[in-house]
């Protein structure tokens, strides 16, 4: 593929590489409680691991607050009114406190039935629902961060988010030193600190915002007309990635009932996968904030051409992704167990994650596009229909006893179906409306 510059290159690096820091320093929370917490006992860790599914399953239903408000943001951005954008961006950050508050509330009663509907034991129960209670006090704290995260996105600043995910992670690796090792408290301090970690980012989101507020002139009181509109924006994301949560749930369950091996090798396929996506996902996110500044700005001729430039990205990422997996596949499977079986159905998975990566690159990358000129509703009903198309086919290789292959043959089929939407969209105009509001 020949490579030529484009004037839109430094914009979208500029984007893309701190947002890539930021994707990959969130998950360092939860990784850092599981290296505490496994040294206090396998239940413990186990309790833990529960507990984190529930509350990223949780949180990434959410994911919406980041999403919807950087294309309304970067909107009224392109449109030239400042003032509007941070009125939007505040109001989306009221959305994301009053939802907290509703998941505290409702979650205190639903704790044991949760932890149950995760299959804990009886003896890691007691662990997931010490953590998960303490937990629930955060919620609020993750949920402005998505909120925050998405408005200065909008703003077309990454390099802030990936400064408070970094000093997060470092808040909260040191208060878990503290109050699990230090204090004693096991599993509920580990819960504690990054209760308390999340709510100082939050806080450090909302005075960079309140500042920019107050420079610019926006409101800062909660505004029911606002709200509203930023619940409703976020309906289709909501759904879409509902659909997105199907997948990755199914997937682990047809795993875990191949057996152990092909469960094990499984995760670590596609923690590689996550891995990856999280560098495409940079790129994505670069598209939402440029998109909707440019559709703000009634610009069709750059949105087109920075769609194109995006794009050209994703693949050649893809590309050179699947080559560094195929590069790394011989000696990859041994750093992670010493299991032959377990190897070697890693590196049959290995070659199918590689071939689908370019694949991944282009529907990554239209995902976010189409995020940014907040066409939610059409990314709704296409992802649905490609889980619509995964569903079948993981159970029919399951069913086969296809293995490993099958599944992620199916998983293949879900990518392409969606690639196959998403440029099908991409390549009309349907969804390239103009103005600061998208109606």
Do not use: K
Not at 82 to 98: F, N, P, S, T
Not at 126 to 138: D, I, K, M
Request: proline fraction near 3%; include cysteine.
């Amino acid at each position: 593929m020949r490579f030529r510059a484009s004037p839109h290159d430094r914009e979208i690096w500029r984007l893309a590489v701190p947002a890539f820091g930021a994707l990959v320093a969130e998950p360092l929370f939860l990784l850092s409680d599981s290296a505490i917490i496994g040294h206090l006992g396998t239940a413990q860790l186990g309790g833990l691991g529960v507990a984190g599914q529930i509350l990223s399953t949780l949180v990434y239903l959410c994911v919406f607050l980041a999403y919807g408000t950087t294309a309304g943001v970067a909107r009224q951005v392109g449109a030239g009114d400042m003032r509007a954008a941070l009125r939007q961006g505040i109001d989306g950050m009221w959305l994301a406190v009053a939802l907290g508050v509703v998941l505290i509330v409702a979650g205190w009663a639903l704790v044991p039935w949760m932890v149950d509907l995760f299959g804990a034991s009886p003896g890691v129960a007691p662990y997931a629902e010490t953590y998960l209670r303490v937990s629930l006090f955060g919620i609020p704290g993750m949920l402005v961060v998505l909120a925050g995260t998405g408005v200065l996105r909008g703003l077309q600043d990454t390099r802030t988010p990936l400064l408070v995910s970094v000093g997060g992670f470092g808040v909260n690796l040191l208060l878990n030193v503290v109050f699990v090792l230090g204090f004693g408290w096991g599993v509920a301090g580990s819960a504690w600190g990054t209760v308390i970690a999340q709510t100082g980012s939050a806080a450090v989101y909302a005075a960079v915002v309140l500042r920019a507020a107050r420079e610019h002139g926006a409101g800062v009181r909660p505004d029911v007309a606002g709200l509203r509109t930023a619940a409703t924006a976020g309906v289709g994301l909501l759904l879409r990635t509902a659909a997105l949560r199907i997948v990755l749930v199914v997937g682990t369950s047809v795993a875990a009932r191949m057996g152990d091996p092909e469960i094990a090798a499984y995760q670590v396929g596609f923690q590689v996968w996550t891995l990856l996506a999280f560098a495409l996902d940079a790129i994505a996110i670069a598209g939402q904030a440029i998109t909707g500044r440019f559709l703000g700005a009634s610009d069709l001729a750059g949105t087109r051409a920075v769609t194109r430039r995006m794009v050209w990205w994703g693949v050649v990422c893809g590309v050179a992704f699947g080559i560094a997996i195929l590069v790394v596949r011989p000696w990859l499977p041994a750093l992670f167990t010493p299991d032959l079986q377990v190897r070697d159905l890693l590196a049959g998975s290995l070659l199918l994650v590689a071939l689908f990566q370019p694949v991944a690159g282009v529907v990554f990358v239209l995902d976010g596009i189409l995020i940014g000129a907040g066409d939610g509703f059409y990314l709704a009903w296409t992802t649905a229909l490609a889980t619509l198309a995964f569903l079948p086919a993981a159970l029919g290789a399951y069913r086969a006893d296809a293995g490993l292959t099958g599944l992620w043959l199916a998983i293949g089929l879900w990518m392409c179906v969606r690639m196959l939407t998403l440029g099908w969209r991409a390549r009309g105009r349907a969804w390239m409306v103009t103005g600061a509001v998208r109606r």
